[in-house]
């Protein structure tokens, strides 16, 4: 295919652009001639190649990650190591930060303000939570162990497999609240019920959960008539701001990137008013850097508009001040589980794969198939370069008590510290193809 004026301009300028680059390498190939980028001698031994089959990459790729995106459905390159090419962009996007912040004067007030017109009402929630989670249960169920839970789990050993992970993370929560018979949870984002049905079965608590997808709502109101657990767990179908009452725990787990920026205070008011005087709240959360979290929340991305559309990932520094601001709760204890998310998206990201013949006579298409391959890889990229970041916060209201055993500030568990060498995390990544 012949470049248009517009491709030659725009692979001119990704050209110099690319050739600022200097963490990792990054090697593009267009037929026979082989561009290089970067510098491995820089200690970054992330390498990854860009095959390019159309000259409108150069164009789309102007266009941010949407535009890269898009190309990628499109078929116009193709990457045999999506997660190095996502690491290789992560290491070398302060710069474009820094310019950005540069230009956000100007550019962020009417980013916001189109934002704003979009902002999670509702009604807005709900449509945009079915677009990612009633797609289909199947669909969740190729990619996700028998738990069902579609979240950070924790890798207690290298040899553990996904599912005892996840239930790792489950124990972990439970403990962290010092979870009893005599609690009655709350948890905000049902999921498809794995925390409200193992929270009852292994500590005797009731739970009412609410979720506004649909499919999970079925999904986890059959699960827990399965488990016979009718009298200890109520599933509801509410949107967070509608719900009432007084609860001695409250869990969200990963639910908070889905509540918006603008409605950040909205959300931890609501949390705190539900919670009992002596109540605690299990936050489990992606975060981004505090640097990249204002030029972030009000722009387009291909996440927060193929994937989880209007999402907005919140930093530690937004969320200590809007806690400060809106609420009496305070942190007790956070633990960084980050290096855990690269390791539960290699799981993800294979079994993904390894369904594609099911999921096409599912009726997902190769395009939604290549989205979502670069949903997991990019996802993946940015946990192991910590661009993203994954935390639980202890929040407490002022009567809380703390566990009284001696040394203890949370019950006793293994830690997640990286307990997989972050050189063999490298090369599983780059071997799941």
């Known amino acids: 295919m012949k470049a248009r004026f517009s491709d030659r301009v725009a692979r001119w300028l990704v050209l110099r652009l690319l050739a600022r680059t200097h963490g990792g390498e990054l090697t593009i190939v267009e037929g026979s001639e082989r561009l290089r980028f970067g510098d491995c001698a820089s200690g970054h031994a992330v390498r990854a190649v860009i095959e390019v ?37 992560a290491l070398n996007v302060r710069p474009l930060d820094n310019a950005r912040r540069v230009l956000a004067p100007v550019t962020i007030p009417f980013q916001r303000w189109l934002r704003w017109l979009a902002r999670n009402t509702p009604r ?5 939570v079915a677009a990612h989670y009633d797609l289909g249960n199947e669909l969740f169920s190729l990619f996700l162990d028998p738990t069902m839970m579609y979240s950070c789990a924790v890798f207690d050993s290298p040899e553990a497999t996904l599912q005892e992970a996840s239930l ?7 403990s962290k609240l010092d979870l009893g018979p005599t609690d009655h949870v709350l948890e905000i984002g049902s999921g498809w019920g794995g925390f409200a049905v193992y929270a009852a079965e292994h500590y005797g608590c009731r739970v009412t959960t609410t979720t506004i997808s649909r499919e999970q709502h079925a999904y986890a109101t059959a699960r827990v008539c399965a488990a016979g657990l009718q009298d200890r767990v109520t599933v509801l179908l509410e949107d967070y701001r509608d719900l009432r009452g007084s ?34 709240m299990l936050l489990q959360a992606i ?16 996440i927060n508009t193929y994937i989880f559309p209007g999402g907005c990932l919140p930093s530690m520094q937004v969320i200590s001040r809007t806690l400060a601001r809106v609420t009496d709760l305070h942190n007790v204890h956070k633990e960084d589980i980050t290096p855990h998310y690269a390791e539960t998206l290699v799981h993800w990201r294979e079994r993904f794969l390894a369904a594609a013949e099911r999921l096409h006579e599912l009726g997902y298409d190769e395009r939604f198939r290549r989205l979502w391959e670069l949903y997991l890889s990019y996802c993946e990229g940015g946990f192991r370069e910590r661009r993203i970041e994954n935390v639980q916060l202890l929040l407490a209201k002022p009567g809380y008590l703390r566990p ?16 997989i060498p972050s050189e063999t995390l490298s090369l599983s990544a780059s071997s799941t193809k």
Not at 124 to 128: L, M
């Open 53 to 89: 089959h159309s000259p409108r990459f150069y164009r789309s790729l102007l266009r941010g990650s949407v535009g890269l995106c898009e190309s990628y459905m499109d078929h116009c390159w193709d990457c045999q190591d999506l997660v190095a090419l996502t690491r290789f962009a």
């Open 124 to 128: 807005r929630a709900r449509k945009r």
């Open 168 to 174: 790792a993370k489950l124990e972990r929560v439970c």
């Open 247 to 280: 609860y001695d725990k409250l869990v969200s787990i990963e639910m908070i990137e889905a509540v918006g920026w603008q409605y950040l205070g909205t959300y931890f008011r609501r949390c705190s008013e539900l919670l009992r005087a002596d109540g605690a």
């Open 287 to 302: 975060v981004i850097d505090d640097r990249a979290y204002h030029v972030e929340k009000a722009s387009k991305s291909f």
């Open 404 to 419: 009284t055993k001696p040394g203890d500030l949370i019950p006793s568990y293994p830690a997640a510290a990286p307990l």
